[in-house]
């Protein structure tokens, strides 16, 4: 086999082998490079795939639009909007849960089922639908049911409108409206307390006093009609029955959060891949570079012998072509495994029904390709510098290398350190671009660690300032509809509340100029001691006697500041439009928000002095007893626990934090081992005569290994600093990235960050450095006496 | 070889005796190919001698000066230096040997490329247990004008004695050089001797110069020839040659 290779060709793969550790640290730098870039866009082009078949294939609506209660026969004149194609009229409407393996009261999302045709059609996962007449058989949602243990047949409680009613389970179904299952006033979801029912759609009228009226409402736009000018139309018509503004399938709180987290996936596979593919490439040029340095003598010689130039440089770019195919190859196995195991983790966090693996080629074709770009241009360099050289010129020995001192003659502090710290420093400072490369190098590892491990530290921010220090209620009672303020009273007698503080919901469109966003705006007590509102500085903020505060987001969107007017039109009542000053910007991560005082709101809203709920804290040790006289009050529309839900957000997260470091880590190594042990390996080849040298005047194995571990050591600790750096940068592109109108994420990186990718850092380059011990300890002490470099 | 202990009674006139050498034999194994480099040499110098050790290549005088040298460890025999038993060294013994006491002097320099003269010597008076002033050892190698200069900007015969004033700055006792003369062209290859022969009147140092250029025996007080992986020849000069008396 060997016999029938040119000699050139024998030579790359003898040179494969003589230098097999390099060329796999490079190719696993590279493998890395295209592994997230397969992971990435396969998992997103999985996810994305799998969401367009789901929505096709069960009718998923594009507008979506509630109202109080609006008769069917509305239905014929919303079907009249020019670019309607199909609508569906429904009951949606929130009932308190009331399930045996559960003390605390739970939320359902009570739907009509779809009929046939109808939109929003359901996948049927276990079981059988209710039957037409079965006015107690119901649907649930998987998530709901996974979290209860329940199969067809069990049966739970829930309380319509004040009526408790057993229902029973005949089916276990997903909904492409809830792959992502949010409850009413949660901030994440908990599918143990939150529930999506479908039930038939008359008993829900019955029970809802809807006979003959809808109160929620879906479209599915004809192909290429504009959803803005429907949904205008739409709200016009809906406006008289409680409509509350119609939202596009953009702002459908499932779909924007899976949008938000799909552009999170696509954000990360295009800042991961080029770093590795950057870092490949220099290590291919930094080792290619002293290769054709080693072998000029023989270049020169194949050149006198009459090879071109042509042939010289095919034959080095093939050697770097073969690295990066390994890299490819291992890049391609490890991302398409990976990938699988990133999407199934995402369909397990979503609700899909099926997951459809992308696997197309191209993705494969695109990185290997790019692989191999990266390589060849890393070999550009080093390969033009020798293959044009006339073959005399390049069989003579190169002219050697010309060292300055540091401070030219004026000052000479290599007195005051050791020579050897002196070698290292000139050797450093003698191939400046190859020192910065290899500092930007191992830099790169390092912000890769800081550019992901500081969005945990930010995220429990977000957690303490938005549940330790604004929300600090323990559960949120929500009305099913307003209630006079005397409700207030009835909270405050159930067994176990210890204070219980009014708000008032509105839902608003609120505009500045040409913006404006449709939004929920809340009244609370002029000084509120559970939910606070908190200002920029972090301190609770005095709710004003005139005017609105906008949270932080809100007021970027809408481009106003404290003391300027925004209009906000009340989408409810009687729907009055006013202007009201900014008084105040709040501090707030998760949606948009404004806040009022509670009896400004009411007089805007002109219905008297009404509110929608109260947040509560109730006594430990009468929790059950609470959750008793929730369950037993008919007016309770949902109940929300933020802590019970904040303690499995935790738990989620603890358990993706592992996962992420683990990852993250192992990226970081690869790049902190290719840079060290190839710069390293180069250092050493170039140093050894050197090296063996100082053995011989008498210099301990010890000493000389620590002239080469302080030339890394030198590049390690620069890069700290680089690294860090980058990795702020990376962080900050990240938070203006992901900010969405669903939450946005503060950049807090404290030392521990930056301390702990330092530290995976390091320790990744003593282990190459330790991996060269034994060459240091082999060097050839009386080789280098015979030979002249 | 019975020649060589016999000549050594001549050397009375040096001090004590620093290299004592008994049937000391090195074999290589390359791969299927074992090759004897030395066959059993006897071998002694006195402090101050100054010996010149002729052989065409092959003949094991490196082999010899590498053993002694404590730059690499005997198939069998035995080497003293002073009372230590070189051949009973491990790798840190032999280190530390070398630190301490010997000084070397190579055909190609082997002096570091980024360090400057003076930061040459200076790299070993730095590890030296009783060096000298790197000025004072290029001094006495006549390069005191050249101290700051870094090894590509001199010439050979310059670079040469940078490493002599590198090999002698610690003080050693011995001093190896190996065809100190072999890459230079006999005008420069004098002065390099002129440096080696003042060295080792001032210092005291043993010196083994081993080259295979005749002409250079002249300013030895000693011959040895070897050839074959032994040692053939052992004659004390009657009469010393300065070095500017030499040619090649």
Known sequence: MVGRLSPLRIKLLRDLVRLWAQALAIALVMAAGVATLILGVGAYNSLDRTRTAYYEANRFADIFASVTRAPRSLGDAVARIAGVLDVDLRIARHAILDVPDM????????????????????????????????????????????????????????????QRRVVTITGIVLSPEYIYALGPGDMMPDERRFGVVWMQEDALAAAYDLDGAFSSLLIKLAPGASAERVIAQLDLILARYGGVGAVGRKDQLSHAFLNAELNQLRAMSRVLPPIFLIVAAFLVNMTLNRLVTLEREQIGLLKALGYGPWAIARHYVEF???????????????????????????????????????????????????????????????VSTVAWLPPAVAMAPPAPVRYRRLFGNAFDPTVLISQSMVMVARHLLRFPVRTASSV????????????????????ERMIDISFARAERQDATLSFAQARPQAALYAVQHMQGVLVAEPFRIAGVRIGHDQVSRQIALTGKPAMPDLSRVLGLDETAMLLPEDGVILSEALAQILNVRVGDRVEIAVLEGDRRRVWVPVSGISLGYLGLNAFMRLDVLNRLLGEGAMISGANVSFDPHAVSAFYQDVKATPQAGSLALLKVSLQRFRATMAQNLWIMITVYTTLAAIIAVGVVYNAARISLSEQGRELAS??????????????????????????????WAIGYGFALAMVRGFASELYRVPLVIGPAVYAVASLVVVAAAFA??????????????IEVLKTRE | MAEGNAQGGKTEAFGAEVFRVRGLTKTYHSGEVEVQALRGVDFSARAGEFVVILGPSGSGKSTFLNLVGGLDSATSGQAWFLDHELTALTDAGLTRYRRDHVGFVFQFYNLVPSLTARENVRLVTEIARRPMRPEDALAMVGLQDRMDHFPAQLSGGEQQRVAIARAIAKNPEVLLCDEPTGALDSQTGIKVLQALLAVNDAVGATTLVITHNVAIADIAHRVVRFANGGIVGDAVNPTRKKAEEVSW
């Open chain 1, 440 to 459: 930007l190098g191992v830099g790169f590892a390092v912000s890769i660690l800081v550019g992901s491990l500081w969005s945990f530290a930010s995220i």
């Open chain 1, 694 to 723: 100082l053995r011989v005047l008498g210099f301990t194995r010890a000493e000389v290994a620590g002239l080469l571990y302080s030339e890394l050591a030198a590049v390690v600790v620069l890069a700290q600093p680089l690294g």
């Open chain 1, 768 to 781: 190459s450095a330790l991996l060269l011990r034994q060459r240091i300890n082999r060097l050839d002490l």
């Open chain 1, 320 to 382: 770097v072509i073969v690295i990066a195919l390994m890299g490819a190859l291992i890049g391609c196995v490890a991302g398409a495994w990976l990938g699988v195991g990133l999407a199934q983790m995402y369909a397990r966090f979503f609700n899909f029904p099926f997951l459809i693996f992308s696997r197309s080629p191209d993705v494969y074709a695109i990185s290997t390709l790019v692989t191999a770009v990266a390589a060849v241009l890393g070999a550009v360099h080093a």
């Open chain 1, 103 to 162: 003390a605390e009261p739970g939320t359902a999302m009570m739907i009509s089922l779809p009929g046939p045709g109808g939109l929003n059609q359901l996948y049927l996962r276990a079981g059988r639908f209710p039957e037409p007449q079965a006015k107690s058989e119901v649907a649930v949602s998987e998530g709901f049911a996974k979290a209860h243990g329940f199969s067809p047949g069990a049966q739970f409680a829930v309380l319509m409108n004040g």
